[in-house]
């Protein structure tokens, strides 16, 4: 099977590509030819993603932006 170039995968597929790329190098049984090729394709994955995540958030604050009552606000993951 044919490796998808990581622009052309869903945030989720790159995001479970990557998973899987860190639990492999964590297992320390790669080459180290093999860890830079997957170091790399991480890499990748981690810029694509970030790409796709930095799109959302442009398109969530235009239509925010359509409706003058919302406002955007920071998300706080501690939500005691």
């Known amino acids: 099977m044919a490796t998808k170039k ?3 995968l869903s945030f989720e597929q790159a995001l479970e ?3 899987t790329i860190v639990s ?3 297992q320390g049984d790669l080459s180290l030819e093999q ?3 997957q170091f790399e394709r991480g890499i990748a994955l981690a810029g694509a993603s970030s790409s796709k995540l930095q799109q959302a ?3 969530v604050a235009i239509l925010m932006g359509k409706d003058e009552k919302s406002v955007l606000t920071d998300f ?3 939500m005691e």
Do not use: A, G, H, I
């Open 6 to 8: 990581p622009e052309n």
């Open 17 to 19: 590509e990557l998973t």
């Open 24 to 26: 492999e190098m964590e």
């Open 35 to 37: 860890s830079l090729k």
């Open 57 to 59: 958030e442009q398109k």
């Open 76 to 78: 706080d993951n501690d």
